[in-house]
């Protein structure tokens, strides 16, 4: 994930299905859409060590035994390839923190514990896609804010369900709310800044810090205006 350089031109597209090798193992012709997961998958592997804007195109193609310019009859431009497998790892991400959440009994920790994992595991790649959003180039904001709002949403649910589980008597939380999305966007603009500073730095035992930006949340929540009891 990174800030990619200028996209090539759309190298011609082939009007029919491509001449060149396209099976698998078992002798089976690719698809159009198996060979575009295979290609978004080799993307994906790379991107673990490359920055999206280093990724070749060629060595790309090369893996998957196919031409250049063949990969550009399944993405018209390099572009296009590029915002495929940084949706396809953003999905992969929220995917994690999905699962991680699911395996824990304490959701809003479960959800700050899944993107602490996640960044952990992947700190270079989601470094240079936040660079790369914050770089302004419009279609990699575009899926920076997807992904983004895909991390609201979970955490809103989280903390319906905190509140909703909780024995204590807090009150309940209107996850349509707009200032509590404003709200839990914001933390979570502290937590993405928290994290990548303790994957690089360390200097905090992990679950102090996973602890610290649970109670944050939950503290900065409780800020807000009580709903209004109903009539």
């Not at 960044?119 to 804010?145: H, M, N, Q, T």
Request: hydrophobic letters at 40%; glycine letters at 8%.
């Amino acid at each position: 994930m990174g800030h990619p350089q200028p996209s090539e031109p759309a190298e011609p597209s082939e009007p029919s299905e491509p001449s060149e090798p396209s099976e698998l193992g078992d002798g089976r012709r690719l698809s159009a859409d198996e060979r575009r997961r295979q290609l978004i998958g080799i993307g994906l592997r790379l991107l673990t060590t490359t920055p999206i804007h280093e990724l070749s195109v060629d060595a790309v193609a090369a893996e998957a035994g196919i031409s250049r310019s063949l990969l550009f009859h399944y993405f018209p431009t390099k572009r296009d390839f590029y915002a495929a497998v940084v949706r396809a790892a953003c999905r992969r991400m929220l995917g994690h923190v999905d699962a991680v959440r699911e395996a824990d009994p304490r959701p809003v920790h479960g959800v700050v514990d899944g993107l602490l994992t996640f960044v952990e595991r992947r700190r270079e790649p989601y470094v240079a896609f936040v660079r790369g959003a914050a770089g302004g180039d419009a279609w990699l904001l575009e899926i920076y804010d997807e992904v983004r709002n895909g991390l609201v949403d979970r955490t809103l649910a989280a903390l319906a369900a905190d509140r909703r589980d909780d024995t204590r008597g807090t009150s309940p939380v209107d996850v349509a709310d707009p200032l509590l999305r404003m709200t839990v966007r914001g933390w979570l603009a502290l937590a993405e800044e928290m994290i990548l500073e303790w994957t690089a730095s360390g200097g905090l035992e992990r679950d102090r810090l996973l602890d610290l930006l649970v109670e944050a949340l939950h503290r900065v929540v409780r800020l807000l205006p009580p709903l209004p009891r109903p009539r």
